[in-house]
């Protein structure tokens, strides 16, 4: 790959990744080699010390008291199956938002045909959210609360503190999809009233894909069934799924070298500090609407406070189709970005862009200035 190339793509996944996070996946390949919790050498148990340590890094970016709390899988899509297959049931009202991806609604819908009870609430052409509408949408079955932390069409940051506050009040289970915000952005689970969290390693972790997990609150595990059942390492007398975390939602061998990745990943978070991470996203964002700001026939969605947005960037030029947009910027430029949909139709809805979508650019900590204003003259070309 032509490492000249501008990779605006970060919120499907960032790259470049942290020489850090390579390095380890290639040392876990190299030496570690073993199958964690499935034998007694020392390989083995080397394997089963990163899948720890992959926890405790999250454990701390998160702010959470105990590691084993936290369930380990394969992307934030599979989290959110777990907890919405093992927790609802035929008769429940959920609450979520119209800015949410289908790796929420998706699963809702779905259980929507299995007798669940949905209220979606509107938000606005920006893209934001009334904590105020929740409070009069609540029913006798509601059960929980579904949100995205910020989205991933135009960047806004919804109020989850506000809404994780009435969700304690009401006694509704509170559940964030951080997909978008994991290392991008602060995630207090205490602080927010989160019972259950759900994040990707492959986006602002900086680990490699095929990496995620969730956060399950105390207790919580008790009444969310397992997506999956099999071996697990422990317990192998009885044929029955273990019923303690992390292993009644863990089945199969994990990815050891993927963990391994994610760790360094958020270790390379923590040694360069998240707010100097996010100061830096937030000034690259600053700089690109700025920059984009005058030109003419291009059309910028959501909220312009940067305050208030991850460094997510949806804009549509002039009458052109955002595929073509963006095939151009590839291809002249050498900008790579994503158009369409981004795998969150009611959000394009909700700002007026569905059915076509938008041009999407999303940065990153090794995104620079000088990339930065490339993509605003490149931009300027294109808008004449």
């Known amino acids: ?136 949408a609540i029913q006798k079955n509601t059960k929980a609360i579904f949100l995205t932390h910020a989205s991933n069409v135009t960047g806004t940051i919804m109020p989850v503190a506000d809404i994780g506050r009435i969700a304690r009040e009401h006694g509704l289970v509170f559940c964030v999809d951080a997909a978008q915000t994991a290392g991008a952005f602060p995630i207090d689970i205490r602080a927010t009233d989160i019972d259950l969290l759900v994040f990707t390693g492959h986006k602002s972790l900086f680990g490699p894909q095929g990496t995620g997990g969730i956060y399950i609150r105390k207790g919580l595990e008790q009444v969310i069934s397992p997506l999956m059942r099999g071996g ?54 600053e700089l690109f609407l700025q920059g984009i700001g005058d030109i003419a026939g291009i059309t910028i969605y959501g909220i312009k406070d940067t305050a208030r947005r991850i460094p997510v960037v949806s804009f549509n030029v002039r009458d052109m189709d955002p595929a073509t947009v963006s095939l151009e910027l590839d291809e002249r430029f050498g900008i790579m970005s994503r158009p369409g949909l981004h795998c969150a139709p009611a959000a394009h809805k909700t700002i007026g862009t569905y059915p076509a979508g938008t041009v999407r650019f999303s940065f990153s900590y090794f995104n620079t200035e000088e990339q930065i204003i490339t993509a605003i003259e490149a931009l300027r070309k294109m808008g004449k």
């Open 232 to 285: 697990t390492g422990s317990r192998s007398e009885y044929e029955q799924q273990p019923d303690f975390l992390p292993d009644k939602f863990e089945s199969g061998t994990p990815n050891t070298a993927g963990y391994a990745g994610l760790t360094a990943g958020i270790d390379f978070i923590l040694s360069r500090g998240l707010n100097a991470i996010t100061a830096h996203e937030k000034h690259l964002t």
């Open 1 to 136: 790959m032509n490492r000249n190339i501008i990779y605006f793509d970060n919120a499907a996944t960032s790259w470049p990744k942290p020489e850090a996070t390579i390095r380890a996946v290639e040392t876990c390949l190299r030496e570690t080699g073993g199958s964690p919790g499935r034998s007694g050498h020392g390989m083995s148990i080397e394997a089963s010390r990163v899948i720890f340590n992959a926890r405790d890094a999250l454990s701390r970016l998160f702010s959470i008291d105990d590691p084993l709390r936290i369930i380990l899988t394969k992307n934030a899509t599979e989290a959110i199956n777990i907890v919405v297959f093992g927790f609802l049931q035929p008769g429940d009202h959920v609450i979520t938002s119209s800015m949410e991806h289908n790796s929420v609604m998706r699963p809702l819908r779905a259980m929507e045909e299995k007798g669940i009870e949905l209220t979606i609430l509107p938000c606005s052409a920006e893209g934001e959210l009334d904590p105020g509408a929740f409070v009069p």
